[in-house]
């Protein structure tokens, strides 16, 4: 069974850091691109940031730009986000996500075929 | 960045009932365009890609269409576990957007 698991999600002061991890399983990690995503309570979708298979290619939102590094280790299946500077508006539920199809990344890329549950970061 | 523009924001259908949901881009995100769905507590959930084409396992009454700036998401016949949110992304471009949803809900 393909799967997304988050973790490392808390409550955690204005200005101060914290790193989430998502652990994959059930596919070729190392063949797909990885993204993040974000929904605040009561609020709708926001893509975050995203990695190619092979982390040369990253994309971050607007909103989280200078603030927040992906990054992925693809022996150990994982996909990581680290979160400095945080801000009360980034109290969300976050989410990873890969794409439907191996070996896009960049312009055009790919829907989100499989998302985890979510790991929830409280900025306050 | 491109603005995608859900309508209405609220539909209230009855059981049976067609649903019909649009999405419009600021830009032409040429077929680049997703529809999920969500619903409470839950994770979204892939629907269509490519515009038109089904994700693994959705049902037939649902169904997508449009290119470019114009998109719209079918619901031929409700069924209970239909109502929900529902958003459309492109992804043609960066960054990624969504578009910020049409809640279904029971007419």
């Known amino acids: 069974e393909v799967q997304l698991v988050e973790s490392g999600g808390g409550l955690v002061q204005p200005g101060r850091s914290l790193r989430l991890s998502c652990a994959a399983s059930g596919f070729i990690f190392h063949d797909y691109a990885m993204y993040w995503v974000r929904q605040a309570p009561g609020k709708g979708l926001e893509w975050v940031a995203g990695i190619s298979w092979d982390s040369i290619g990253v994309g971050y939102g607007d909103s989280v730009k200078g603030r927040f590094t992906v990054s992925r280790d693809n022996a150990k299946k994982s996909l990581y986000l680290q979160m400095d500077s945080l801000r009360i508006e980034d109290t969300a539920l976050y989410y990873c996500?890969?794409?439907?199809?191996?070996?896009?990344?960049?312009?055009?890329?790919?829907?989100?075929?499989?998302w985890g549950q979510g790991t929830m970061v409280t900025v306050s | 960045e491109i603005v995608m523009t859900q309508s209405p924001a609220t539909l209230s259908v009855s059981p049976g009932e067609r649903a019909t949901l649009s999405c419009r881009a600021s830009q032409s995100v040429n077929s680049n365009l997703a529809w999920y769905q969500q619903k409470p507590g839950q994770a979204p959930r892939l629907l269509i890609y490519g515009a038109y084409t089904r994700a693994a396992g959705v049902p037939a009454r649902f169904s997508g269409s449009g290119s470019g700036t114009e998109f719209t998401l079918t619901i031929s016949s409700l069924q209970s576990e239909d109502f929900a949110v529902y958003y459309c992304q492109q992804y043609n471009n960066w960054p990624r957007t969504f578009g910020l949803g049409t809640k279904v809900d029971i007419k």
């Open positions: 996500a890969k794409d439907l199809s191996s070996g896009y990344f960049g312009s055009p890329g790919d829907a989100f075929d499989v």
